[in-house]
């Protein structure tokens, strides 16, 4: 996603702290808190807020890091008014895989996927 300015960029990478702020003060949903705050983290350690690398990262936020980031792309958004489809979207993923993205959660991913596609061309 590009930016208009740093401001923008600045603004819009405090939304995973923000989440966290206000969930945490939910009993119910306290336990759920870290991983709003850990769904921006990459894989590689290039992510935010805390720069988390690998193994570090909640596995229930690099799961919801892969599904949210899904979720963007095969969605219109005020930067992309035409989506991508299902299967641009798991290539996407997949050339991620590694880097943004927790290899194994992506193949997990996308075996659920390609499985909810009938005739998909979705390759492994």
Same mark, same amino acid.
Do not use: W
């Given at each position: 996603?590009?930016?208009? +300015?740093?401001?923008?960029?600045?603004?819009?990478?405090?939304?995973?702290?923000? %989440?966290?702020?206000?969930?945490?003060? &939910?009993?119910?949903?306290?336990?759920?808190?870290?991983?709003?705050?850990?769904?921006?983290? !990459?894989?590689? %350690?290039? %992510?935010?807020?805390?720069?988390?690398?690998?193994?570090?990262?909640?596995?229930?936020?690099?799961?919801?890091?892969?599904?949210?980031?899904?979720?963007?792309?095969?969605? &219109?958004?005020?930067? !992309? +008014?035409?989506?991508?489809?299902?299967?641009?979207?798991?290539?996407?993923?997949?050339?991620?895989? %590694?880097?943004?993205?927790?290899? +194994?959660?992506?193949?997990?991913?996308?075996?659920?996927?390609?499985?909810?596609?009938?005739?998909?061309?979705? !390759?492994?």
């Amino acid at each position: 996603m590009k930016y208009n +300015n740093a401001d923008e960029m600045q603004q819009i990478c405090k939304h995973p702290e923000l %989440g966290y702020s206000i969930v945490v003060k &939910v009993p119910f949903l306290k336990e759920c808190a870290e991983i709003l705050l850990q769904h921006h983290e !990459r894989y590689d %350690g290039s %992510g935010y807020p805390k720069g988390l690398i690998g193994t570090d990262i909640m596995l229930e936020a690099r799961i919801i890091a892969v599904a949210d980031a899904f979720d963007a792309m095969t969605s &219109v958004r005020p930067y !992309r +008014n035409i989506p991508l489809t299902k299967s641009e979207a798991v290539e996407q993923l997949l050339i991620n895989s %590694g880097t943004q993205f927790d290899a +194994n959660t992506v193949e997990c991913f996308v075996k659920m996927v390609a499985s909810h596609l009938t005739g998909s061309s979705i !390759r492994m």
